[in-house]
């Protein structure tokens, strides 16, 4: 099974048997993985829209796209695979971390908008630009997975001028897409530091506790 560019679960196996949470050794061929699939699946396919350059309406698809994206970098970073439970003849599909159930600060089942919630209180730079995570869901990734809009004052834009990638004006949450996706970017090379050689990622979660959840992951993605 293909599950990173050319790479297979036969491969990731094989070095899986050599990660060492507590040893920087393999971990850069580890992340080589993660690289190539959101690459091949999110990276290129994005950028190819960015550069069409037609602006009419193509941003919609970018952002729906960068939600889509958002979802991966952070359940990558805590371990959080989805999966299903049978219970009394009924499938029920939930979050788990090391095959326990994934629970809110409200004790509640993780739903996806607690993982919109995690990352933009908690993944620089989104941190520092107050995102409420809860609207975001509901108004940006909601909207356009279901109704191909953004609601509630929610708008996508394109403007090279502005330096942030987001901006609350005039009763507007403004999304400026090609400087999102650079922050997105960003946040990759935050994680790939901190996998890699170890570097400090947030001062909530360690280093060994990030290359466990990297690797639970991985070996769940290559058992589907």
Known sequence: MIVAGTLTDKDW??????????ENENWGNAFHFFEERIRTRYL??????????????????????????????????????YSNETKNGLIKYKWH???????NSQNNYLNNVDIFISFFSKRRPFKEKLICGKDFFKDVRCGLLHETQTKNGWVIRKD???????ACENGEKIIYRDQFQKDLKKVISYHKKAIIEGAEFDKKISTKDLRENFKAKFNHLCTQ
């Open 97 to 103: 971390h090391k095959k326990n159930v994934v629970r």
């Open 160 to 166: 090279f001028s502005k330096i942030s990638s987001y």
């Open 44 to 81: 290129e396919p994005i950028q190819s829209i960015l550069d069409m350059e037609k602006y009419e309406g193509e941003g919609f698809a970018v952002v729906n796209l960068q939600c889509s994206l958002i979802e991966t970098i952070e359940s990558f970073i805590n371990g959080w695979v």
């Open 13 to 22: 196996k094989e070095l899986a048997c050599t990660l060492k949470p507590e």
